[in-house]
């Protein structure tokens, strides 16, 4: 198994949907741990490195890289397993990034969570609000949406390679890409294209940028 973090430096206002509402003060809240502080859910950056994976794929970024021979026919494959969850259990290939949920670094978010600090936590947070707009210039009426945001800061998230198939020749395949010299350096170069995280994106929040730490466990 291969360690490795990712920090996510968030330029702007960004909004990590909780699905909850908090009636008319906000349409939409944001996700919080426990201890009320920002996060990031792992599901989502994993999904927006494998789509920014696929497109560097598609582009011809890797087609100089070996993949080991197995099952899995496609470097997306291989990392983040079948693309579609509607085969049969045998027929599904699982992948081989784990990802866990984006937070603040543990000196900052310790210090935040402390029961004297309590006050603070206010400020991480802010609310937006938008309508929509007819084409005479109007507001449309019932269309304002309240947002929760988050302010800009840092958080990190725990990344790992590891053999999860359950095939023999699936876990050959993945124990032969760990043993690669640079099993990251696609994720790396992929998540370079990736410039907001979050909902809303195409509206101006969550715009972002990722740095990758050094890795843990490989060669």
């Known amino acids: 198994m291969l360690?490795?973090?990712?920090?996510?430096?968030?330029?702007?206002?960004?909004?990590a949907g909780s699905g909850r509402s908090a009636g008319a003060l906000a349409d939409a809240l944001v996700q919080k741990t426990a201890q009320g502080l920002p996060v990031i859910g792992g599901r989502h950056i994993?999904?927006?490195?494998?789509?920014?994976?696929?497109?560097?794929?598609?582009?011809?970024?890797?087609?100089?890289?070996?993949?080991?021979?197995g099952p899995a026919q496609t470097l997306e494959t291989l990392l983040f397993g079948s693309g579609s969850q509607q085969e049969g259990r045998f027929a599904t290939l699982p992948g081989m990034l784990l990802v866990s949920d984006a937070s603040l670094p543990e000196a900052e978010a310790q210090w935040l969570a402390a029961h004297e600090n309590a006050h603070v936590r206010q400020y991480l947070y802010?609310?937006?609000?938008?309508?929509?707009?007819?084409?005479?210039?109007?507001?449309?009426?019932?269309?304002?949406?309240?947002?929760?945001?988050s302010m800009p800061m840092k958080l990190e998230a725990g990344l790992q390679l590891a053999v999860l198939a359950v095939n023999e020749d699936h876990r050959?395949?993945?124990?032969?890409w760990l043993e690669q010299a640079?099993?990251?350096?696609?994720?790396?170069?992929?998540?370079?294209?990736?410039?907001?995280v979050g909902a809303s994106r195409s509206r101006g929040l969550g715009e972002a940028q990722f740095t990758w730490g050094v890795p843990q466990g490989a060669k």
Do not use: C, F
Request: glycine share 4%; aromatic share 8%; charged share 15%.
């Open 172 to 176: 050959i395949q993945q124990q032969a």
């Open 182 to 196: 640079k099993p990251w350096l696609p994720l790396i170069e992929a998540s370079s294209m990736i410039e907001s």
């Open 3 to 15: 360690h490795n973090t990712l920090y996510i430096d968030l330029k702007s206002y960004w909004h």
């Open 46 to 69: 994993k999904g927006l490195l494998r789509h920014a994976l696929s497109k560097a794929q598609t582009m011809g970024w890797y087609s100089s890289i070996h993949l080991p021979e």
């Open 126 to 149: 802010s609310r937006i609000s938008s309508t929509a707009i007819n084409q005479e210039g109007a507001a449309v009426e019932n269309s304002l949406r309240t947002l929760e945001v």
